[in-house]
């Protein structure tokens, strides 16, 4: 059970989350420009993303660790849906799109696998499930996977992964109202929420109160913060951020 200090810790990180007017994200290993983000804006790549292995780092220290090829299987984009109230991420109107991950995967007869959601199928001509096809708490440790990966191996595919991962994770977070810097959990392939799943979870609706998918999301956060070079002055407008190798 977690306790009740850990409780209101979580709750202390989700209130800043969203009352911070800008609150700074990292960039990744070794990177020279900083990240700012607030609940509804993330990181951004530069367009002059560079390798930042350094020269006298050995292969063997940036080999990987595990192989990424299912987790990279399950990825999908996904369409950030416009006017949701209380929902956005960061440039929103120029990138209309982010990546998710979906939650599982049947294997089939020859080895192959197919990506489906959670509980069963609803809607089959939109592609809705009762629960829906993404949600929060695999976002949240698909992003920290990716992260740890950029760290080692310095992978570009791995750091726009996690930029894409975090743009959708950050779209779930409520931004305003009386359930601000809470977290919904679920997300159908079109892009729509699922607040209130079935079977319901426990906040219900899911943004309603702290949550282990909330806790998962600061986490993440939390994973890419330590990573960062410089920090963009508060004034800095936010096209100016960026994630750079």
């Known amino acids: 059970m977690t306790s ?8 202390r990180t989700a209130r800043h989350l969203h009352r911070s007017h800008r609150l700074r994200l990292a960039v990744l290993a070794g990177c020279a420009a900083a990240a700012t983000i607030t609940t509804q804006a993330v990181i951004a790549p530069s367009a002059s993303a560079r390798v930042a292995a350094s020269a006298t780092s050995s292969t063997t220290s940036n ?13 999908d984009s996904v369409p950030l849906v416009p006017s949701v109230p209380d929902h956005g991420t960061y440039d929103q109107a120029a990138a209309p ?17 197919t990506r489906v959601g959670g509980g069963d199928v609803t ?3 939109k592609g809705y499930y009762a629960q829906g096809a993404f949600d929060a708490d695999d976002i949240a440790r698909a992003v920290v996977v990716y992260v740890r990966d950029w760290q080692q ?23 305003s109202g009386p359930d601000a810097g809470n977290v919904v959990l679920w997300q159908q392939s079109d892009g729509s929420l699922n ?15 702290d949550s282990f998918w909330l ?31």
């Open 195 to 209: 607040a209130t799943p079935t079977p319901p979870d426990s906040p219900n609706p899911s943004d309603a109160s």
């Open 63 to 75: 080999a990987p660790v595990t192989n990424l090829a299912h987790l990279d299987f399950l990825l």
């Open 4 to 11: 009740p200090d850990t409780v209101e810790g979580i709750r």
């Open 153 to 175: 191996t310095h992978s570009e595919a791995s750091r726009q992964h996690a930029y894409g991962l975090l743009r959708d994770l950050t779209y779930l977070q409520t931004s």
């Open 215 to 245: 806790a998962r999301t600061i986490w993440a956060l939390g994973e890419s913060y330590p990573c960062s070079a410089q920090a963009i002055p508060r004034s800095a407008p936010s096209s100016r951020t960026g994630w750079s190798s």
């Open 97 to 113: 799109t982010a990546e998710a991950l979906w939650v599982y995967a049947n294997r089939n007869e020859n080895g192959s696998f």
């Open 123 to 125: 809607n089959a001509a």
